[in-house]
């Protein structure tokens, strides 16, 4: 080594110290200057001690059964009280029944949010916008059991069966449920596309539709993706809309593609096992813990992807408030 | 041109618009057949014929049912005729929905085996016969889809749509208007609801069932600890990130938990608060720990619509306030907090909506599964009832509580629940909307 670049590591090393130094300094002047930083701070954190808090008691509860269904697979039983308690069709169901409802929310939601923002009328879209936002954290339970007496009734009555309560139900609930969230959203989305690209398009002798298609649309693509995505978490985490719809089959849900067959979901599968025949710390409440660790890795990856979206859009997307059911 | 060519080319014409004709007369055809099934369907059930159904129905829930699934039978002969229109219009667009209706129709005829399926054999037929007679229109030299035809079907599509997501929306809180003004009367709301009595009424012994007034003053109280809790933590994070944060790693880490803890579901929380407050913390399930586990659930909400109010305060409000001498902090509190109430008040009222009807969270936290349904005034120790967990527990007790002579008042009794439920989450989105705009009015002067 020459001494030259020993001199230019020494410097480098003196710049990176000094860096820190001086960050701290500034730092502890800042602090001074507006002591009120350090509760503020500690408010914003309380999240994390709260993400904390959930995974501490689900790794501490339930890490046996994580590391058995790791170990030997995730099982096809859960049967009730006396184990085994494998989860691998309720995983199947809970993708299936959130992708369904978010698929028809969005199948409707987009139309309605293009619908808002283009052709309807100043004082409808000044009525509507409100209410869905609204709307967004309409009680759930309330809509489980419209779900209960209206929708699994008319499928009784349209396609016979026993009750009516099937993954369709479910569909048909969790998209009602999720509609507000991704119309509000994707409107929002078409809405802060810039007004000039628009008008750019329009002035090329564009019709409105094929404008909305060709620049609004794909501009819009990224909010609209995340909206879609925030539809698919609050459908998939969603337990009280679907326990009553869905038809809580006990010990394992068939696998199946027919929508119209009973099925249970992980968060009915919690709920409806919290009920108390099992005792806390006996090994189904530990397994019911395990389960709830799967779901959380299942949204928790829904919304990574929402960031990874919104990360990538462009910015002439403009800023869409990301606003979901809590 | 010569006039030969002219008369050849005349005649393709008529040729063409006969197919198209044909084709089209096809799929209305189609549509009347579809929606005369709907009809029939209709006339038959309100007429009282061989629709009859045990269970828990009643004559208005089986109206309701099938009012809306003949709303929805209607929907494909919509299609068929839309299809038509389009045939009659553009060739290029005419055959491609043309085939479209018909590898739908014979692909739902050979999946579902349901009641009624022979009418997707016969759209399917009639579909198929209308795209074999449009086929040569295929080859046509106007072959390229119309922007008029798309641009009258995408506004119609789009409208369509569009009412009726906002008929479903409305249909739903007309439904629970409807269902819910049924056994709605002064004592349901002021008096009080007990198990047994309950059971003593579904059993058809006893004439009344009490009311749910502790369900709704406990529901309040549960709100009313998770404001106490969320709003501080709420508002001191969204002021953090803000007006203090710097884009750090720091700040990064923080705001991703904030979202990570917006995407956890309600169940999961009500888990944690179980294995928390109800075990560890010896709470049992009770006021503080409900309270509490709700705000945890609607911080993500506060925090997220504070701090977009807050940073849409133009920055010149901070440097007119900074100008004057005020510190960071009086800035903050004074102009910012000022300028950006009315979004902080809206974003707090509607997490105050949302933990009004959240049931998972305060059924493993605050009220539990056993049905107890006396308000007692303390904050640990005691389980509170809460109006959403009533409503949640309809099924136990008209199945497991020997209810069958009176489901149906059971379940009209869980819809009127219901109906105050969502009648206080409407009053609070209505205050929010009032007080949005009154203060945006007040502080912006127009």
Known sequence: ?326 | MSADNLIRFHRSLQQKTRRSLAASALFVAAGCIAASFGMIRLFTALGGGPLNYSGNTDSLSLVFAEVSTVLVMLLPSLFLFVTAYVLLNSHSLGWKFSSATTLTAIVLWFFLHIANSDLFLVIGVLSLLATVIEIPNIRSSDNEDSPVVTENLGRFAVTLCGLVAIGLLVGLLLYIGIRGAVYLSPTFITGSWTWPNAQKFLGGTVSSLGGIRDEIIGSLLLVSVCETVAIPLGLGAAIYLAEYSSENVITDTVRFFIETLAGVPSIIIGLMGYALFVVQLHFGYSLLGGGISLAFMILPWNIRIAEEAMKAVPQSYREASMALGATHWQTVRRAVLYASSPGILTGILLGLGAALGETAVVLLTGSGWGGTTTLHLALTGAAIPSLPVWIFMAPTLLLGGGGKGRLVEGYNMMLTGSFVLVVMFLAICAVALIVRNHLTKKITGK
């Not at chain 1, 029944?97 to 949010?113: D, H, R, T």
């Not at chain 1, 009784?156 to 959203?185: E, H, R, Y």
């Not at chain 1, 849900?253 to 025949?277: F, K």
């Open chain 1, 1 to 326: 080594m020459t001494p030259l670049s020993r001199n230019g590591l020494t410097r480098k090393l003196r710049n990176l110290v000094g860096n820190y130094a001086k960050r701290f300094v500034k730092l502890i002047y800042s602090l001074k200057r507006s002591p009120e930083r350090v509760p503020l701070f500690l408010c914003a954190a309380s999240s994390i001690l709260v993400i904390f808090f959930i995974l501490y008691s689900i790794i501490n509860e339930g890490h046996a059964q994580i590391i058995d269904w790791f170990e030997h697979g995730f099982g096809m039983i859960w049967y009730p009280g006396l184990g085994p308690y494998g989860i691998t069709p309720f995983i199947f169901s809970t993708l299936y029944v959130g992708f369904g409802g978010a698929i028809i929310a969005l199948a409707l939601g987009l139309p309605c949010a293009i619908y808002l923002t283009e052709f309807a009328n100043k004082r409808l879209r000044n009525v509507v916008k409100p209410a869905l936002e609204m709307l967004t954290g309409f009680p759930s339970v309330v809509i489980g059991l419209v779900g209960f007496t209206l929708v699994c009734l008319a499928l009784k009555i349209s396609l016979g069966g026993d009750s009516g309560q099937s993954v369709l139900a479910a569909w048909l609930v969790l998209g009602v449920m999720t509609l507000p969230t991704i119309a509000s959203v994707s409107e929002d989305a078409l809405r802060s596309v810039p007004q000039d690209l628009k008008e750019a398009s329009l002035a090329l002798g564009a019709t409105r539709w094929q404008t909305m298609i060709k620049v609004l649309l794909p501009v819009a693509a990224p909010g609209i993706m995340a909206s879609f995505l925030l539809g698919l978490g609050s459908a998939t985490g969603e337990t009280m809309a679907v326990i009553w719809v869905i038809g809580n089959v006990f010990p394992s849900p068939p696998i199946t593609l027919n929508p119209y067959v009973p099925s249970n979901v992980l968060t009915a599968l919690i709920a409806n096992r919290a009920q108390g025949d099992s005792t806390y710390g006996s090994p189904e409440w530990n397994s019911m813990f395990a389960a709830a660790f799967v779901l959380f890795l299942i949204t928790a990856i829904m919304n990574l992807a929402v960031r990874m979206v919104m990360a990538r859009r462009g910015k002439e997307s403009g800023s869409v408030i990301l606003t979901r059911r809590p």
